[in-house]
C-alpha cells in the first residue's frame, strides 16, 4: 500500500518515468495549465511566444494553443515527446535537460509555463547530479532566454519546506522576484495534490526590446544600472557601494 503512494520523481529518473500512468495527476496538470497562463499576466488579446519546460505529452501546450499563443516544449523524456508528436501537437519540441539549462538566445521568449516539473531537479539521480547547483543552471539561463518583465510560473509539488527554500532560493540567486502562490491554503485536499504554484519575475522595468520611448538605450539610464547592481548582490557577486554619482551622466571629454 505505501508504494502506491511513492512520488513519481522518488520511483524512477524523470526520462524513465510515464506520467500518463497518474490519471489524477493528468487531470491536474490540465487545470493547472489554465491557472498557471492566467498567473503570467500576458497581454490581453495578443498572441506570445511561450516556453513550456517539462512538456510532457503536450497537455499544457493544446491550452496555449488553445489561447491563441506560439510556444515551445522542452522536455527529457523522449517517450512523452514521441507521444507528443503521434498527437500532433502545434508547439515545436525539444529534447533536453532542464538541469542543463536553457538552449535558446537572450529574451526569446514572452513567458513561461512548467507544470509538476521543478520539483524532479531536487533530486540526484547521478553521482554527478548536485540540485542547488542544477536548479541554479536552470533558473539562470530560463532567467537570459525571458524577456524583461515577463514572468515564470511553476506549478509544484514540494516534498517539505527545506525543499521549497532551496528552490525559491537559487530563482532569487539568478536575478529573479516574485512569490508562491497557494490557490486553496486552508484545504488538506490540496495540499495533498500539490496544488501550489511559484510565480518567478525577471526586471520589472519594462521596456522594449530595441530601445525605449526617446530612441536611447534603456542601458544608459540610473534605474537600469541600479537594478543590474541589486541583481548581482542578491547572487552574492561582490559590488561597489551606491554614491551620489552612481549612475551620473558623463561630462563629455575634449
Same mark, same amino acid.
Given at each position: 500500500?505505501?508504494?502506491?503512494?511513492?512520488?513519481?520523481?522518488?520511483?524512477?529518473?524523470?526520462?524513465?518515468?510515464?506520467?500518463?500512468?497518474? +490519471?489524477?495527476?493528468?487531470?491536474?496538470?490540465?487545470?493547472?495549465? /489554465?491557472?498557471?497562463?492566467? &498567473? $503570467?499576466?500576458?497581454?490581453? !488579446? @495578443?498572441?506570445?511566444?511561450?516556453?513550456?519546460?517539462?512538456?510532457?505529452?503536450?497537455?499544457?501546450?493544446?491550452?496555449?494553443?488553445?489561447?491563441?499563443?506560439?510556444?515551445?516544449?522542452?522536455?527529457? +523524456?523522449?517517450?512523452?515527446?514521441?507521444?507528443?508528436?503521434?498527437? /500532433?501537437?502545434?508547439?515545436? &519540441? $525539444?529534447?533536453?535537460?532542464? !538541469? @542543463?539549462?536553457?538552449?535558446?538566445?537572450?529574451?526569446?521568449?514572452?513567458?513561461?509555463?512548467?507544470?509538476?516539473?521543478?520539483?524532479?531537479?531536487?533530486?540526484?539521480?547521478?553521482?554527478?547530479?548536485?540540485?542547488?547547483?542544477?536548479?541554479?543552471?536552470?533558473?539562470?539561463?530560463?532567467?537570459?532566454?525571458?524577456?524583461?518583465?515577463?514572468?515564470?510560473?511553476?506549478?509544484?509539488?514540494?516534498?517539505?519546506?527545506?525543499?521549497?527554500?532551496?528552490?525559491?532560493?537559487?530563482?532569487?540567486?539568478?536575478?529573479?522576484?516574485?512569490?508562491?502562490?497557494?490557490?486553496?491554503?486552508?484545504?488538506?485536499?490540496?495540499?495533498?495534490?500539490?496544488?501550489?504554484?511559484?510565480?518567478?519575475?525577471?526586471?520589472?522595468?519594462?521596456?522594449?526590446?530595441?530601445?525605449?520611448?526617446?530612441?536611447?538605450?534603456?542601458?544608459?539610464?540610473?534605474?537600469?544600472?541600479?537594478?543590474?547592481?541589486?541583481?548581482?548582490?542578491?547572487?552574492?557577486?561582490?559590488?561597489?557601494?551606491?554614491?551620489?554619482?552612481?549612475?551620473?551622466?558623463?561630462?563629455?571629454?575634449?
Amino acid at each position: 500500500m505505501a508504494s502506491s503512494c511513492r512520488r513519481p520523481e522518488h520511483t524512477a529518473p524523470p526520462d524513465v518515468v510515464s506520467l500518463t500512468a497518474f +490519471s489524477r495527476m493528468i487531470e491536474i496538470q490540465s487545470q493547472m495549465s /489554465e491557472r498557471a497562463v492566467e &498567473l $503570467l499576466s500576458l497581454p490581453e !488579446g @495578443q498572441a506570445c511566444f511561450l516556453l513550456d519546460v517539462g512538456c510532457g505529452s503536450g497537455l499544457s501546450g493544446d491550452y496555449l494553443t488553445e489561447e491563441g499563443h506560439y510556444w515551445v516544449g522542452v522536455d527529457i +523524456s523522449t517517450a512523452m515527446l514521441d507521444v507528443a508528436l503521434d498527437r /500532433e501537437v502545434e508547439g515545436d &519540441l $525539444l529534447l533536453g535537460d532542464m !538541469g @542543463q539549462g536553457m538552449p535558446f538566445r537572450p529574451g526569446t521568449f514572452d513567458g513561461c509555463i512548467s507544470i509538476s516539473a521543478l520539483q524532479w531537479l531536487c533530486n540526484a539521480d547521478k553521482r554527478s547530479h548536485s540540485p542547488p547547483k542544477r536548479l541554479y543552471t536552470f533558473f539562470s539561463t530560463l532567467y537570459s532566454s525571458l524577456a524583461r518583465g515577463s514572468r515564470a510560473v511553476f506549478q509544484l509539488y514540494p516534498e517539505n519546506s527545506e525543499q521549497l527554500e532551496l528552490i525559491t532560493s537559487q530563482a532569487m540567486r539568478a536575478g529573479f522576484s516574485g512569490g508562491m502562490v497557494v490557490d486553496y491554503p486552508n484545504s488538506s485536499k490540496a495540499k495533498k495534490d500539490g496544488l501550489n504554484t511559484l510565480i518567478c519575475s525577471s526586471l520589472s522595468l519594462r521596456r522594449c526590446r530595441f530601445s525605449n520611448m526617446k530612441g536611447k538605450s534603456a542601458k544608459k539610464g540610473r534605474d537600469w544600472i541600479m537594478e543590474k547592481k541589486e541583481r548581482r548582490r542578491r547572487q552574492g557577486k561582490g559590488v561597489r557601494p551606491d554614491t551620489k554619482y552612481t549612475g551620473r551622466q558623463r561630462r563629455p571629454h575634449f
